[in-house]
């Protein structure tokens, strides 16, 4: 059932639309000034909000701009005086759903309300395709024992606000961790953002997020610039391969970690923000800080929760469910007819030593889509470097074996 929170201080209309709403079928709960209101949220009870903005304790407009900051998805109905155009235009510009002017028409308010339910149901579907998304398609969940500890503090640590980095070699699934930390966390009907400290020079990484104001700088233009700080407020951001960014610009966001507060590049205003931060990086951070190429005080920042991802090779036995889903989903875009792998082809995948780990298996199975023919991937579709290392393996187990006789 979809609930409506009434925020209305005069008696009589709150009453009258309680009455017309549950006639229709919707459950409400009625505040008569802010305070209240807000209690409601904070409980999150409502799914729409029907807004008075002349109220005892304060104006209709705190409420809608905190919606707009925490739960965007929830859509807020303002109710004016008849020709009051100036609020109007004010509230639909700070993110209200719709408006009615009072006195209030039965039929209008039946169809905005209809509206907003469709919202809310988009919305909410959404949501949950996107846990599905991240959850079945793309993360294939493992059975190996280094991988228990993974998933454990994932699910930890998705939904809180505790700052996370990730670490582990090239290709393990960090990027796809910080993914679904995101996807898991009540941010995620706000988009992340993702920035990767290798991919830009310096300079422009501080303006990138910290933004700039207007001609700050030779080249900065004459319009100022959102930072992505700032455009992550109340969502995730995630800096990937953060070993790489440069003592000044790391000083840079430790202050901005600690104070919550950012300066756009020529700017002198402070900007509160709130994000979720999450790193990663495939370096070993601490030998990077005993080197002082890393600020120990930013990594103690950063790291409140260290999810340190294992190699492929240390979990071999994640191999086959692996293939199996690529081979699925790939073979899908590729109209290929493959559905498995031959025992002899899984040995040599299980005993490649994979440097690049997942990303590398990724694109073995890729390879040997395009190459097979027949429904079973043969070790003639493998790569030349993990034939290889399937017959050194060979060789090493029977000469071991011909040692013990
Ligand atoms: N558990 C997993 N299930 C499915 N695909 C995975 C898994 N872990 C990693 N991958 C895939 O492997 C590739 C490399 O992962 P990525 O997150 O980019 O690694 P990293 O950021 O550590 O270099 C990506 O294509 C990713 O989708
Ligand atoms: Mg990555």
Request: glycine letters at 6%; hydrophobic letters at 40%; charged letters at 30%.
């Amino acid at each position: 059932m979809t609930t409506v929170l009434i925020v209305e201080d005069e008696p009589t209309p709150r009453k009258f639309l309680t009455k017309i709403l549950s006639k229709k079928g919707y459950e409400s709960i009625e505040a008569e000034n802010l305070a209240i209101a807000h209690k409601v949220l904070d409980q999150d009870a409502a799914d729409i909000v029907l807004l008075d903005i002349k109220l005892p304790d304060g104006n209709g407009f705190t409420l809608l701009d905190r919606i707009a900051q925490e739960r965007p998805s929830l859509p807020v109905i303002v109710t004016t005086g008849y020709g009051d155009i100036d609020t109007v235009v004010d509230a639909m510009q700070n993110g209200a759903f719709d408006f009615i002017t009072k006195p209030i028409d039965t039929e209008r308010l039946i169809r905005s309300l209809e509206n907003a339910g469709d919202q809310v149901k988009l919305y909410r579907e959404l949501a949950q395709l996107r846990k599905e998304r991240w959850s079945d398609q793309y993360w294939v969940q493992s059975s190996s024992k280094s991988m228990d500890q993974v998933n454990d503090l994932i699910s930890r640590a998705a939904p809180t606000p505790a700052s996370v980095l990730l670490t582990g070699e090239t290709g393990t699934g960090k990027s796809l961790v910080a993914g679904l930390l995101h996807g898991q966390s009540p941010r995620s009907d706000k988009a992340s953002v993702t920035i990767n400290c290798a991919a830009i020079s310096d300079h422009m990484l501080e303006s990138e997020l910290f933004g700039h104001e207007a001609n700050a700088f030779t080249g900065a233009g004459p319009k100022r610039k959102l930072g992505l700080m700032e455009v992550a407020d109340g969502s995730s951001l995630f800096l990937d391969e953060i070993s790489t960014m440069k003592a000044d610009l790391q000083a840079k966001l430790l202050r901005a970690l600690e104070e919550r507060v950012i300066r756009r590049v020529g700017g002198t205003k402070e900007i509160a923000v709130d994000i979720r931060l999450i790193t990663a990086t495939n370096k070993d951070i601490k030998k990077m800080i005993s080197d002082g190429e890393f600020r120990e005080d930013l990594y103690y920042r950063l790291n409140v929760v260290e999810i340190v991802m294992p190699p492929l090779r240390e979990r071999t036995e994640d191999i086959p469910a692996l293939a199996g889903s690529f081979i699925k989903s790939l073979s899908m875009d590729f109209g290929s007819q493959v559905t498995g792998v031959r025992p002899r082809a899984m040995e040599a995948l299980t005993a490649h030593n994979w440097p690049g780990n997942i990303r590398e298996l990724k694109n073995a199975i890729e390879r040997a889509l395009l190459l097979c023919d027949s429904n079973q991937i043969d070790i003639g579709h493998l790569p030349e470097e993990i034939k290889k290392s399937a017959s050194s393996n060979k060789s090493k187990k029977s000469s071991k074996s011909k040692r013990k006789k």
